[in-house]
């Protein structure tokens, strides 16, 4: 199984990081947080014309894709500048729509989602969790209750999060656009894309929060030498560096492992979430830490992405959640080891 990014992979990830850096991306989470999406909306659409959002959606319906390792590669860079809205939602929601197998929403949705024309929610309604993300603001909610999907006909009020640009809201209403077991297994099938975008996502956050950390002990003296010198710091830094590094790999394999339509993509999605949402949040925590007061205020940018971090953990499936699947992908496998017939050995096996 080939890791490495293919020189065209490291082209699309090096535009789209320039592409962001000149984009201000921090005024625009700011301005997103407040409930101005001008900023934001305008940010989507230079996204869209990168193709971004074209990788989840089919050739037959305006995309490029499904391709799971350029989404894997595309998410990173946002999660890199923290750019806001619900990107992961809009991406599961056109996983959702290509494996409904209805054709009239498809070509409602999919091509405006690849062009960006569209921003939508999806959600996976349950009694703990009631809630899409930029449901307020988006020009659809897809919400699946069960068996169930319907498109919203409104929304609750927006809810407070400890990430401001997370405008969580109740989908109220609506046309029930599909049910039955064809639901179940789209909404299956969204989940495992939406998990790979929040751990490449999260990834990217980690990154931003360590390598604005390390500039920073560079600069801050304590004692007439800079703090980045102590052991105590060095240490605190290679193990954040070491957990992101653990955790990507286990992206890349999660998005092959989806790109293949193999048995093993739940396992392996889930544990790229749990490794990379803890180093993500490990991250966040190293910054606070180490910026001192610094990291408290509002005012310090980097504050948008330490406040990022915990949220990003959880969405799409908790630690506990996707350690859960992980297990469960590995009973099989046990069982199988269990039940296999011993191993023979030819008679000229040396000892």
């Avoid at 400890?162 to 969580?168: E, F, G, M």
């Amino acid at each position: 199984m080939r890791f490495l990014l293919t020189d065209e992979q490291r082209e699309f990830a090096r535009t789209l990081d320039g592409m962001l850096a000149a984009s201000g991306t921090a005024t625009v989470v700011r301005a997103w947080a407040a409930g101005d999406t001008a900023p934001g909306r305008a940010l989507w659409s230079r996204l869209a014309a990168t193709g971004v959002f074209a990788l989840a959606v089919p050739e037959r319906h305006g995309g490029v894709g499904p391709l799971p390792v350029e989404l894997a590669v595309a998410f990173t860079e946002l999660g890199r500048h923290a750019v806001p809205g619900p990107l992961v939602e809009t991406v599961a929601a056109a996983a959702f729509l290509d494996r409904l197998d209805d054709e009239a929403a498809a070509a409602a949705w999919l091509p405006a989602i690849a062009t960006g024309d569209s921003a939508v929610s999806f959600a996976l309604l349950s009694p703990g969790a009631p809630y899409a993300l930029d449901a307020a603001t988006a020009d659809g909610v897809f919400a699946v209750d069960g068996g169930t999907v319907r498109l919203a006909g409104s929304t609750g009020a927006v809810q407070p999060s400890s990430d401001p640009a997370r405008r969580l809201a109740r989908p109220l209403g609506g046309t029930v656009l599909a049910q039955g077991p064809a639901v179940t297994a789209a909404a299956r099938h969204a989940t495992h894309v939406a998990r790979l975008a929040t751990a490449a996502q999260s990834l990217g956050v980690g990154r931003t929060l360590l390598a604005h950390t390390v500039a920073y002990v560079r600069q801050r003296t304590q004692f007439g030498v800079a703090i980045g010198s102590f052991q105590a710091v060095k240490h605190r830094l290679a193990d954040t560096l070491i957990a992101l590094e653990f955790a990507e790999p286990l992206v890349r394999s999660a998005a092959l492992a989806l790109a293949a339509d193999d048995p093993s993509a739940d396992r392996e999605i889930a544990a790229a979430k749990v490794a990379a949402g803890e180093a993500a949040y490990g991250a966040a925590l190293t910054a606070l830490h180490l910026h001192g007061a610094l990291g408290y205020t509002d005012e310090l940018d980097l504050s948008l992405w330490i406040r990022k971090a915990r949220p990003l953990r959880d969405a799409w499936g908790t630690p506990a959640v996707c350690r859960g699947r992980v297990l469960a992908g590995l009973a099989p496998a046990r069982a199988r080891t269990r039940t296999a017939p011993p191993a023979t050995t030819s008679g000229n096996t040396h000892p």
